[in-house]
């Protein structure tokens, strides 16, 4: 059974709130990217938080069936950047989250308020 982006969505916002997760923001990208239907953008407070909220994402996406398609950043812990397929997760140290400040470059995008 192949999960839809709604639910990829959920499991991936669920382990990150399970880890702890600062400040999740999930952004709707249709008809706005080809990229992607779903950006979830959140931090952790240390190297050690980022790198724990990535490993529970990647162990929940392997149970559900679903397949990660590409992890980046997880030796350096900064920006940690999983593609779940329609859904893109973005884990960013508290520090490098108010530099890149993803959220505004993508102003059009609606915010997802319930997941």
Request: proline share 1%; with cysteine; aromatic share 6%.
């Amino acid at each position: 059974m192949t999960l839809g982006p709604n639910e990829l969505l959920q499991v991936a916002v669920q382990a990150a709130e399970d880890k702890k997760a600062m400040d999740i923001v999930v952004l709707d990208l249709k008809g706005i990217s080809l990229v992607a239907d779903y950006f979830v953008i959140c931090h952790g407070n240390s190297d050690t938080q980022v790198q724990a909220i990535a490993t529970e994402i990647r162990k929940r996406v392997h149970e559900v069936g679903a397949s990660l398609r590409g992890l980046e950043g997880m030796d350096a812990a900064r920006w940690v950047l999983m593609d779940i397929g329609d859904v893109v997760v973005h884990i960013f140290h508290r520090d490098e989250r108010e530099y890149y400040n993803i959220e505004r470059l993508w102003s059009d995008a609606k915010v997802v308020e319930k997941v």
